[in-house]
């Protein structure tokens, strides 16, 4: 008698156990499914928010991070740039090999009155000379590679003594290459490389 009593009431501490499992369990999905539903609203206000948000004036992004963007389903947070229009072109537009060669024609031989892209001789593709100060031409962009590099400043001044009629060792002084030269003894009063150090640095 006393086992059979045992046994229903182990039954029932089952069943009562069992359904409050149950009720836990879809209690718990219950509140999961509301969080998840409050973030997903959240996240979709947010989006939303964003996307009707005004911009700052010249607040743009190249549309090549717009791509990048979109490619791993990211919305900038910002517009791309204006695309460039007859009425309103781009003042950041990039003058073409034909521009260049355009302005050398029109504006002379006076490379003062030139911008700094158009300047020198023609290439040598058009009977000009294949190097001009030390410098490649480049076909693909119709103009010549910067002049001096890191030393852009140094040899500016080397070309201006030359152009002032410096020749030989005169000359020679200022050319930023040359050892125990003006900008070499500059450097050393600075404490920085010499201009010979930053071109063998780089080999």
Do not use: C
Not at 71 to 81: D, E, F, L, S
Not at 95 to 102: L, Q
Not at 109 to 133: K, L, S, V
Request: aromatic share 8%.
């Amino acid at each position: 008698m006393h086992a059979a009593e045992a046994e229903a009431t182990a039954m029932q501490v089952e069943q009562r156990t069992a359904q409050a499992d149950a009720e836990a369990d879809a209690a718990a999905d219950a509140a999961a499914a509301e969080v998840v539903g409050w973030y997903l609203q959240t996240s979709a206000q947010a989006k939303e928010a964003l996307r009707n948000a005004p911009q700052e004036a010249g607040e743009f992004l190249p549309s090549r991070k717009v791509k990048e963007a979109e490619k791993i389903g990211a919305k900038p947070k910002m517009q791309t740039k204006p695309t460039d229009t007859e009425e309103f072109p781009r003042d950041v537009s990039s003058r073409s090999h034909a521009d260049r060669k355009r302005q050398r024609q029109d504006l002379g031989e006076d490379d003062r009155t030139r911008p700094w892209d158009a300047r020198g001789p023609p290439g040598p593709q058009e009977g000009g000379p294949n190097f001009w100060r030390n410098q490649k031409y480049r076909t693909n962009t119709g103009r010549w590679a910067n002049p001096g590099g890191k030393n852009r400043e140094e040899f500016s001044v080397w070309h201006k003594k030359k152009a002032a009629g410096l020749t030989g060792d005169d000359l020679r002084w200022w050319h930023p290459y040359t050892a125990g030269g003006h900008w070499e003894r500059e450097a050393w009063r600075l404490g920085i490389p010499t201009p010979r150090e930053k071109r063998d640095a780089e080999f």
